[in-house]
């Protein structure tokens, strides 16, 4: 069974340009879950949808986006980009419902010059 | 606001020690807590969930507790190797947070052969 799957893993962007990452969920997982891992912030919770709606935010400007599609594969969106949105993107999928256990992918690494 | 503490920030042990990790957590209010691994530049992988409702889970030579009323989890390794040398992260999942997990800032820990 695959797990869950982020591409691209490394990318370098320069400041003021916009990216997208993509997350494939485990299979027949339809809750995504977006984190960003920093070594002074941590992890930190960024979204979460289920079913192609968004159900949770984080804390993070409006720069940071995401969507759904129909067969919960995942993307998300950061516009305008800055020094400090360099980080290590955590994506994680889970069955429905709010006792599943969290899969994570293996990151995509994000550099911002 | 949930917050997880996890004590040490960092261990280093000899190989073949037993070992204990603390985290512990504000709000008790919680459907799960969940222990990770993370090793260098890398994503996580999930260890053991325990529910709400559960006292302890197994998982080889690991065995995580749970406190809930207190709101302290342990994570018990036996028997140390050199391959266990990562970064351990606890994180709980909130009530009232949907699928959002809130993370601690992890144990480090070195096993040397």
């Known amino acids: 069974k695959a797990g869950v799957t982020q591409t691209p893993r490394y990318l370098i962007k320069t400041r003021g340009q916009q990216v997208t990452l993509s997350c494939s969920p485990i299979s027949g997982h339809r809750s995504v879950s977006w984190y960003q891992q920093t070594p002074g912030q941590g992890l930190q919770f960024l979204f979460e949808?289920?079913?192609?709606?968004?159900?949770n935010k984080g804390n993070f400007p409006g720069r940071f986006s995401g969507r759904q599609f129909s067969n919960s594969r995942s993307e998300m969106n950061v516009s305008t980009l800055e020094l400090g949105d360099s980080a290590l993107y955590l994506c994680?999928?889970?069955?429905?419902?709010?006792?599943?256990?969290?899969?994570f992918g293996e990151g995509s690494r994000l550099t911002v010059l | 606001k949930q917050e997880v503490t996890q004590i040490p920030a960092a261990l280093s042990v000899p190989e073949g020690e037993n070992l204990v990790l603390n985290c512990s957590f504000t709000d008790s209010a919680i459907y799960n807590l969940q222990w990770f691994r993370q090793d260098p530049g890398k994503g996580l992988t999930s260890l053991l969930l325990?529910?709400?409702?559960?006292r302890e889970q197994t998982s080889g030579r690991l065995n995580a507790s749970l406190d809930k009323s207190s709101g302290r989890s342990t994570l018990y390794i036996a028997a140390s190797q050199p391959g266990d040398s990562a970064t351990y992260l606890c994180a709980v999942k909130g009530e009232t947070s949907g699928s959002r997990l809130t993370f601690g800032e992890g144990t480090q820990l070195t096993v040397n052969p």
């Open positions: 325990i529910q709400s409702s559960q």
């Open positions: 949808y289920f079913s192609e709606t968004q159900r």
């Open positions: 994680a999928s889970s069955l429905q419902g709010p006792a599943g256990e969290l899969f």
